[in-house]
């Protein structure tokens, strides 16, 4: 015991300390963060003076423009490789089959070639699309401009010497020594001479244009946030940054901050569990699952908010709320979600925004869903939170600008993409069950789909158990409404209960017919026929992948109880001295939670109900007290959180239930016979 407490602290310990260095790992500088702005938005700060001299410099988009023209009009620089065309003279002078004369003729081609210009493939494309039309060449120290009409490519050039060549044998020969493969362009780009005379052509659309001086106003509240002023601010932080770096001692400061900060983050959501859900605190899946979250949420959000201006409202922060919601419960789920804003805030150009936005959208998300039982239902929510995302930032634009002039349709976009992916939810849900072992509402509500394979066979081969299941299962789940317990685990763990009587079902009761099969064997043998259906029911379960809360409710139902019917009849015969429990006592283990006890009892009360004689409200209250209060004698529902309050609630449901399902019919009348001469002529009374 002691070494599984131990080993449960050292998974949290280790989930906390992976989940904060995760998050400070992702968190952006904190230097580069100085104000909240955004480009034409209202600056929500005070007045902001120069501290120093700032240079000021052309906006994004004018850099962009000017440069953008700048490398259009820009000629590149080539430079003519004269080795090329001395090696291909050499090469066809090698022509021997030729006559000399041919040969002269030729090499007075080739140079008439390489003296007009022969370009790689690509470079021919520029110039046939008429994106090159000039170059420089760079020729004794001189640079000039030439034309590129005279340029060909290495096919063109090649056609051009074969269509020129003197005669056939000239052709063939040319070929025959690969003459195609070795003209090679003599006209090359001059990568080094071209990159620098670009960037001294790209210089002015960098270059200061001006200076800030230290003490001038930058800009004050309320003032847009121009072009070129955010160009300003920019620079500023730029160089606040530079300044910062040379303070190490700032930047340590700086990093204990952010870890200490997400540090007590992680702590409240660690002090949460430990004081409000204590019974989820001792699971380790449970508190490792909402810390992954968190932290694979936040992490997402950073590497969106890299791609993309205010593209945090892209993610999709509902979706962790609803899981909370589905998987745990709504104070968790808002609890949890405001710990992931606060985590994210750091991304955010204006926290208060965020904050606001966000939260609201958290909150009709949990809201508009208090149990998910049908996949629509996330269309819903998703219609929600996108209604919440757009009044929340209408508001905030309103409070803080005045007007809805600087309105961004944009973000009204990313509030859509959001809301579609927050109706994704269900796959993470899906992946959640599969990676933590939980189980959601929609799953029981598909499992308790009586056209499922296994209940299909159950009622097939066991019609009489099938029977049983569903009457235990409607008995269960009005007595689990009662108490607040899960009316979907116990509707779906009824059903699967005796699913272990497939195996053997003419050894059940409710399934013979007339032919007790136990007559033919001693009550030792029966009760382990008995007593076998829940490992049977367990194969089964793991057959068919069912979650582990059915397979729980399937070794549960009976807990450690005994096989009452052939223990008594042993003890009878042989002496109960002589008997050893344990051969007629059930696997168990006792149920271990509330839902497990319902259905222990409403199992062995409507077993029992049925071989009433006479099924009145004092024979029925009488069965269920004595049922019930000899489990709890047994002490068969002692490690269970149901309490005696509970307990009074159940006896009543299953009482008024058991009452409805047994009350007294109408005797309807038959049809008259017609009258005869022995018939008396009175009308019956109905």
């Known amino acids: ?30 230097d580069t963060q100085r104000f909240s702005y955004e480009e034409n938005r209202p600056w929500t700060h005070s007045l902001l003076t120069a501290p120093f001299d700032i240079p000021v410099f052309r906006d994004s988009t004018t850099v962009r423009e000017m440069s953008d023209s700048i490398r259009d009009s820009f000629v590149p620089v080539f430079k003519r490789n004269h080795q090329v065309a001395d090696d291909m003279k050499q090469r066809i002078n090698g022509l021997s089959e030729l006559p000399q004369s041919e040969r002269t003729r030729l090499r007075t081609l080739v140079d008439r070639l390489y003296a007009g210009g022969i370009v790689d493939s690509e470079t021919a494309t520029r110039i046939s699309a008429k994106k090159l039309q000039k170059v420089k060449i760079v020729a004794d120290n001189l640079i000039q401009t030439v034309s590129t009409s005279s340029f060909k490519s290495q096919r063109s050039a090649f056609s051009l010497l074969d269509s020129m060549a003197p005669s056939p044998e000239s052709r063939q ?8 493969s070795h003209l090679q362009p003599n006209m090359v780009l001059d990568t080094i001479e071209t990159q620098r005379l670009l960037q001294e052509a790209l210089q002015p659309a960098t270059a200061a244009i001006g200076v800030v001086m230290q003490g001038e106003r930058i800009i004050d509240r309320g003032d847009i946030v121009t072009p070129q002023l955010y160009q300003v601010l920019l620079t500023y932080e730029n160089m606040i940054e530079a300044r910062d770096l040379t303070d190490s001692s700032a930047h340590i400061y700086t990093e204990i901050g952010q870890v200490i900060y997400i540090a007590i983050l992680f702590a409240a959501v660690y002090l949460y569990f430990f004081l409000y859900r204590p019974e989820w605190w001792k699971s380790r899946r449970r508190l490792f699952c909402v810390m992954s979250l968190l932290t694979a949420f936040y992490i997402f959000a950073v590497i969106l908010s890299a791609a993309f201006t205010s593209g945090f409202y892209i993610i999709p922060f509902t979706i962790l709320p609803i899981m909370m919601v589905v998987f745990y419960d ?40 208090q149990e998910l039982s049908k996949r629509s239902q996330l269309i819903k929510t998703a219609a929600y939170v996108f209604l919440a995302y757009t009044f929340s930032y209408i508001a905030i634009e309103l409070m803080t600008a005045g007007s809805i002039t600087s309105f961004s349709w944009k973000l009204i976009g990313f509030f859509m993409i959001n809301a579609v992916l927050t109706s994704f939810a269900y796959i993470l849900i899906f992946l959640l069950e599969k990676a933590f072992g939980f189980i959601s509402v929609v799953t029981l509500v598909e499992l308790a789909d009586i056209n499922s394979p296994i209940l299909r066979e159950l009622s097939e081969e066991c019609p009489g158990t099938f029977q049983h299941s569903i009457a235990v299962s409607s008995l269960a789940a009005e007595a689990a409404r009662k108490i607040h317990a899960n009316v979907q685990i116990v509707r779906a763990g009824a059903l699967y209960h005796d699913i272990g009587k497939i195996s053997n079902p003419a050894f059940f009761t409710e399934n013979q017919h007339g032919v007790n099969p136990h007559d033919a064997l001693t009550p030792e043998q029966s009760a382990r026929i008995i007593i076998g259906h829940i490992t049977d029911g367990l194969k089964r379960a793991d057959k068919s992948q069912l979650p582990q809360v059915i397979r729980d409710m399937i070794s549960q139902h009976h807990g450690a109880g005994k096989a009452k019917y052939f223990y008594i009849t042993e003890c009878r015969k042989k002496g109960e001295e002589n008997v050893d429990p344990a051969l007629f006592t059930y696997p168990g283990p006792n149920p271990q939670t509330a839902e497990a006890s319902l259905l222990m009892m409403a199992d062995s009360v409507e077993a029992a109900s ?4 006479s099924p009145t409200v004092e024979a029925i209250t ?56 022995d018939t008396p002529q009175t009308p019956t009374k109905p």
């Open 1 to 30: 015991m002691k070494k599984d407490i131990s080993r449960i602290t050292l998974v949290r310990a280790a989930t906390f300390v992976v989940a904060t260095l995760l998050v400070v790992l992702f968190l952006p500088g904190s």
């Open 173 to 180: 020969a040319m070929l025959a020594h690969d003459i195609p």
């Open 622 to 677: 009488e069965l269920v007290n004595r049922i019930v209060d000899g489990q709890i004698k047994e002490g068969l529902h002692n490690d269970s959180p149901i309490s005696f309050k509970d307990i009074k609630e159940i006896k009543e449901s299953f009482i008024k239930r058991l009452r409805t399902i047994y009350h007294a019919r109408i005797a309807y009348p038959t049809a008259e016979p017609k009258a005869t001469a």
């Open 330 to 369: 709504a104070r968790t789920a808002l609890f949890v979600h405001i710990i992931e804003i606060l985590l994210c805030i750091s991304l955010s150009t204006f926290a208060m925004e965020f904050i606001f936005i966000e939260f609201i959208a958290g909150v009709a998300s949990i809201f508009s869903l």
């Open 610 to 613: 049925r071989s009433l004689p």
